[in-house]
């Protein structure tokens, strides 16, 4: 078990996770993510959100979900899949191959994140990002993650939020990202048939940072599940 808390370096065999999934970009899983066409509708407006002075964040919404994940940054890339639960304050998430096999487990609760790779290394850290980025070579935001993964803002800082002529959420720009909104699950329906009258779910995002750029596909939601 290793702390990086203090930026410890990070055992070589741990940055071999990143450097040969860095060989298999938009491979298998995610041809169609890569290649297919994604356009978003043009913002029409843009609400600048400043956070209320004192007031605590709502958790966000209880989900499970499934999906492919690439990542290209300066230091490390990903291609693969993504199993992610999250509860009340504990969130886990799995990274798999793009033929399957586990390559890191990330867990988040009250007492900071873990992160465990295939060769059972363990590494902590106070936040996601720290982790991620000195184990795998890449920033995960999970902090923001979770609330962008549901189409909406943080609430713990300012944020920019564009959406287009019917209200749907396009972008949002926080904490020195920008989202992208690329494609949204259809609306679901209810059993009667009308639509329900809350917001379809995102299902293809795109994340940029300067020196990063990732983009997750959404194949299944579990919302409200513990």
Request: hydrophobic share 45%.
């Amino acid at each position: 078990m290793t702390d990086i808390a203090g930026i410890v370096p990070v055992p070589p065999a741990s940055r071999r996770i990143s450097s040969w999934l860095g060989l298999i970009a938009c491979a298998g899983m995610l041809s169609a993510a890569c290649t297919g066409p994604a356009h978003r509708q043009a913002a029409v407006s843009t609400v600048v959100i400043e956070p209320v002075a004192g007031a605590s964040a709502p958790d966000p919404n209880v989900f499970r979900l499934a999906g492919r994940a690439s990542v290209d940054s300066e230091d490390g890339d990903f291609s693969g899949g993504v199993q992610w639960h999250h509860a009340g304050a504990g969130d886990e998430i799995l990274l798999l191959s793009p033929l399957g096999q586990a390559v890191a487990r990330i867990r988040q609760d009250s007492a900071g994140v873990s992160l465990t790779t295939a060769s059972d290394e363990t590494f902590h850290a106070p936040d996601a990002e720290t982790l991620t980025q000195e184990v795998l070579g890449w920033r995960l935001p999970l902090a923001g993650l979770l609330y962008w993964v549901q189409g909406v803002h943080a609430p713990v800082s300012a944020a920019e939020v564009d959406s287009d002529a019917q209200g749907t959420v396009v972008a949002i720009r926080q904490d020195g990202w920008e989202i992208d909104y690329m494609r949204y699950f259809p609306a679901a329906e209810a059993q009667d048939g009308k639509a329900r009258l809350s917001s379809a779910r995102p299902k293809l995002l795109v994340l940029r940072r300067p020196g990063l750029r990732m983009k997750l596909v959404i194949d299944s939601w579990d919302a409200g599940e513990r």
